[in-house]
């Protein structure tokens, strides 16, 4: 695999995938496309192209944007209107168009080059409502699953693939599943290799994160910032759990996707969890503890017992699938 196309290539995921795919391939050839409409996103720009990847300013959304002459052995689709609070407070046009027709430009530039695809999607393709019925014990920081649960697919481990996705899920999530559909379709009636990573909490450097998508990074930016935060919602006690994933170990899977697309472990057609999991996960309220031992700051958080929608009180990737094909 020599030529890479990381679409949302200036955006977190993106820009670390890029550099780490440059580290582990210095003969390849790496474009990457960006509208640029993440606040922050400019910021990675003279870091990329230091690391000699070239730059496009472009747009999913315009299948014109996408590069006519470079024609890519992978595109990796990072770009995305990411939050789960997108098309709530205002109309869905921009996420729908950028996650969905964008991940049809994608899909069409793939068909047409015969590249392989590798798809960010997301935890939140699973059923908001099965997750918030899911069998939830409470300890004094955290919740976690509790042994015996009703719904298939979700233990003390986490959620597996098999958890289910009808029912609402977030616009967010819902152009996620969607673009996941095509993908597979895609696969199956042109050829091209697929790859989708249901992805949850990512975390690391460079990433511009807010409450609605990058948590862990933005509650230790408030505490290293001094400023005050909110538990929100499920008794205001911060026992809200999600497991994270450094987004360099989610750059080193893909290394392995691209690499070996059909024979490696076979991870043509792979739609799996890839994340943390229960060893790797935290409340915010460890968050908190975590962040002022790091940071040495103490921060005024208050309690909002006002839900949030669409939230949900614990995610972890169950990735048994995932460590079965890598370990
Ligand atoms: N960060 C997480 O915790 C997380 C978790 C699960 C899945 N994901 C998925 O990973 C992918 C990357 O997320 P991220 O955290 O890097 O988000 P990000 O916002 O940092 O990056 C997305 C990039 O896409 C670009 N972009 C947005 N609209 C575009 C458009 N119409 N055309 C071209 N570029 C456009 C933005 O400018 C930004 O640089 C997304 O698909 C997201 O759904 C992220």
Not at 94 to 110: D, M, P, Q, R, V
Not at 240 to 264: S, Y
Request: charged content about 20%.
């Amino acid at each position: 695999m020599n030529r890479i196309l990381i679409t949302g290539g200036a955006g977190f995921a993106g820009s670390t995938i890029a550099r780490a795919l440059r580290d582990r391939n210095p003969d390849s050839e790496i474009v990457q496309a960006d509208n640029l409409g993440r606040r922050g996103s400019e910021l990675t720009l003279p870091g990329l192209a230091a690391a000699g990847i070239r730059f496009l300013h472009g747009d999913v959304r315009n299948p014109h944007d996408f590069p006519q002459d470079f024609k890519a052995d992978v595109l990796v689709e990072c770009s995305a209107e990411p939050s789960v609070m997108a098309g709530y407070s205002s109309a869905p046009n921009y996420l729908l168009e950028t996650n969905l027709s964008g991940a049809i430009n994608c899909l069409e530039y793939c068909r047409k080059h015969q590249s392989q695809i590798i798809f960010l999607s997301t935890s939140r393709v699973y059923s908001t409502r099965a997750l918030c019925s899911a069998r939830i014990v409470e300890t004094s920081t955290r919740f976690t699953f509790a042994e015996e649960q009703v719904l298939p697919g979700c233990s003390p481990e986490g959620i597996s693939a098999d958890f289910p996705t009808t029912g609402p899920r977030s616009l967010y999530g819902t152009t996620k599943l969607a673009a996941e559909l095509l993908i597979e379709e895609y696969g199956h009636a042109y050829g091209i290799h697929t790859v989708i990573n249901r992805c949850g909490v990512l975390a690391g450097p460079w990433q511009m994160a807010h409450p609605d998508q990058g948590i862990f990074t933005f509650w230790l930016w408030r505490h290293l910032q001094g400023k005050p935060l909110t538990y929100i919602g499920f008794d205001g006690t911060g026992r809200q759990t999600r497991d994270l994933l450094d987004a360099r170990d989610l750059a080193t899977l893909l290394d392995l996707q691209i690499k070996e697309p059909e024979v490696w472990n076979g991870w043509n057609g792979w739609n799996g969890n890839v994340g943390g999991g229960r060893q790797i996960s935290l409340s915010l309220q460890e968050t908190t503890a975590l962040c002022r031992e790091l940071t040495g700051n103490v921060v005024p958080i208050a309690a909002d017992l006002n839900p949030r929608l669409m939230d949900i009180p614990i995610y972890l990737s169950d990735c048994a699938q995932l460590y079965a094909r890598t370990s």
